[in-house]
């Protein structure tokens, strides 16, 4: 397998793809989302060797480019509505490999009628690698969008 190749190994049990994306979200995936029916999505990925850095471990922008994508699909599944990333506070507490199965927890803390305030966690394995927090802002309800394509559904109102 070459470095551009994405690994093909199984995600855990539960977990399903999203669709295919174009451009830079399609080259760092893919990423997959499982809900637990109690309305809490985790959300997650196969390191592979695309994702390293020279020193041999996960680079830091895969893990921020994957938290700034599902907490905005977050922010989109809890709203109904389109956002964009405002600010994006990223923590590095450890590092993960390739072939570590990265784990995204997140948390939304408060939405306005224009903000949306958010916070994740990134797993790689049991270790807690990253923290972040974000705030997004909330386009109008008027915007085209239900739910993001190929996601979790929308959370109950």
Sequence with gaps: MDQLTPRTDAPPAGFQPFE???????????YFWRDDGAGVV??????DARHGNP?????GGCFTTFMDTVLGYEVMRVTGRRCATITLDTKFLSNGTVGDWILGRVKVRRVTRTMAFID???FAGDNLVVLVSAV???FSPDADVARPP????PAAP
């Design 136 to 138: 997004f802002r909330v």
């Design 20 to 30: 295919d994306f174009e451009g830079f979200i399609g080259l760092t995936g893919p």
């Design 120 to 122: 994740g966690e990134v």
């Design 55 to 59: 020193n041999g471990v996960l680079h």
């Design 150 to 153: 190929g996601g979790p559904a």
């Design 42 to 47: 985790d959300y997650g990925f196969r390191a």
